[in-house]
């Protein structure tokens, strides 16, 4: 019998659908596919190290059949789980991705240099805010409300764990994201020269304005 689509934590078995939603939504929320030569350098580097990593602050929107179909992942402590990307999951990944040259000459190079950078999440700005996340959906998921029940369990495991905020990194033109965002609580943190991405951040606390 179908159940209803709901929340669950993540299990391995997740993770070929967890690729395919990281590459569906990574271009600015599009689909990566038609701008990149290898799209699997993005749950290379924003996805598959969390759920390799951090498991157990991993959850899965399941279609109600035991499909994937959005995910929230991150960690609770990113100067640990920057540490332990360069010395447990880069040397798994970097045969298929290796170390581009400076600068980098496409897109697929540039987005390499980050999964070789993994020392970029540590910014002094952040140290308040020492969690931080990823959330995707697949398109057809979104505006359903089931963004903000993926938000309420991450930040739920975190105010459990006496984590005081977490923050994220989103790129600027994702306007649509940003509402979403807003929506949740998120206000923008100062940080010097972010590129093309902006900085947000709230409190694990009160959930019960999401």
Not at 113 to 118: C, D, E, I, S, V
Not at 136 to 143: F, T
Not at 158 to 181: I, S
Request: proline fraction near 11%; include cysteine; hydrophobic fraction near 35%.
């Amino acid at each position: 019998m179908t159940k209803l689509p709901g929340i669950r934590p993540y299990r391995p078995e997740d993770r070929p659908a967890l690729d395919d939603i990281c590459v569906r939504t990574a271009h600015n929320g599009q689909d990566s596919r038609p701008h990149y030569t290898d799209p699997g350098i993005f749950p290379a580097t924003f996805a598959a190290p969390y759920v390799h990593l951090e498991p157990d602050l991993a959850f899965v929107l399941d279609d109600g059949r035991g499909q994937a179909v959005g995910y929230i992942l991150g960690t609770a402590d990113t100067p640990r789980f920057a540490e332990a990307f360069r010395a447990t999951w880069l040397p798994l990944v970097a045969g298929r991705y290796p170390k581009p040259p400076e600068p980098p000459r496409t897109p697929d190079e540039a987005m390499a240099g980050l999964l070789h950078n993994p020392e970029r999440m540590v910014l002094p700005e952040l140290a308040a805010y020492p969690a931080h996340l990823h959330i995707d959906l697949l398109p057809e998921w979104q505006g359903r409300g089931h963004g903000r029940s993926l938000m309420r369990t991450f930040l739920a495991t975190l105010q459990d764990r006496g984590v005081p905020a977490v923050h994220l990194a989103m790129a600027t033109a994702n306007t649509r994201a940003r509402a979403f965002y807003d929506r949740m609580g998120f206000h923008e943190l100062d940080v010097p020269e972010p590129g093309s991405a902006t900085y947000l951040g709230r409190t694990t606390k009160e959930l019960d304005r999401l």
